[in-house]
């Protein structure tokens, strides 16, 4: 699973370049959780919002001042189509979410590889149109089926194996969820990344 997840951050940031040195000097992510009988998702969003201050068409670099007076410097790579559309004092915004979920399959239910448990991953990207303001948002997720070896009450914890073999030891908060889960189910956990870039025209 480190592996893939590993892959995924390489695919996002090779969708749109010039985004992560935004998004790591943007504002506080916020986090959410959701949770019902069996499942748990968490939820990490951080936007970010920048102004064009200069712009090199040659060798494709931006320097983009955010509201707290930082400025970054970037260069956008092939991949971020109409580049000749960015003018200073364009406005440049920025979403990057991460969640995980965690949904129990009880004995008998679930799609595994033919090893027992195994895991996909999938990508999806949109990019502007031609000769629109530079925009598009890409995604990548990782599933990951792993087996319950063992329950641990007087702990809340659940053993996993995972398709490479490891073990995870998953911590439980809710008793109650505790008592849906029995030694032979499987928990499906789904790793999501997705980045959305978009360039505003400046104010008039």
């Known amino acids: 699973m ?3 997840a590993s892959k995924i951050a390489l695919l996002i940031g090779c969708a749109l370049a010039a985004s992560s040195p935004l998004v790591s000097q943007a504002q506080q992510p916020t986090t959410t959780l959701d949770t019902s009988p069996g499942k748990a998702t968490a939820t990490e969003t951080t936007r970010a919002t920048a102004t064009v201050t200069a ?6 670099a931006l320097s983009l001042k955010q509201a707290n007076g930082n400025v970054v410097e970037m260069t956008a790579g092939p991949e971020v189509r109409n580049f000749d559309q960015i003018k200073v004092g364009d406005q440049v915004q920025a ?3 991460r969640a995980l979920s ?9 799609t595994t590889s033919s090893s027992g448990t ?11 149109a031609s000769g629109a303001k530079p925009g598009g948002a890409m995604g990548a997720s990782v ?5 319950v070896i063992a329950i641990a009450p007087d702990k809340n914890t659940v053993t996993l194996r995972g398709p490479q073999g490891n ?4 911590y439980v908060k809710d008793p109650e969820q505790l008592k849906n889960i029995q030694t032979g189910d499987k928990v499906e956990a789904v790793y999501v ?3 959305a870039i978009k360039v505003q025209e400046a104010p008039k």
């Not at 965690?102 to 679930?110: I, N, R, S, V």
């Open 95 to 97: 979403e990057f979410v």
């Open 143 to 147: 599933t990951v089926m792993a087996d």
């Open 118 to 128: 195994g895991a996909t991953a999938q990508t999806a990207e949109v990019r502007s």
């Open 102 to 110: 965690l949904e129990l399959k009880k004995a008998g239910t679930g």
């Open 193 to 195: 990344e997705a980045i």
């Open 2 to 4: 480190q592996r893939s």
């Open 55 to 60: 712009v090199d068409p040659k060798t494709r």
């Open 167 to 170: 073990l995870v030891d998953l």
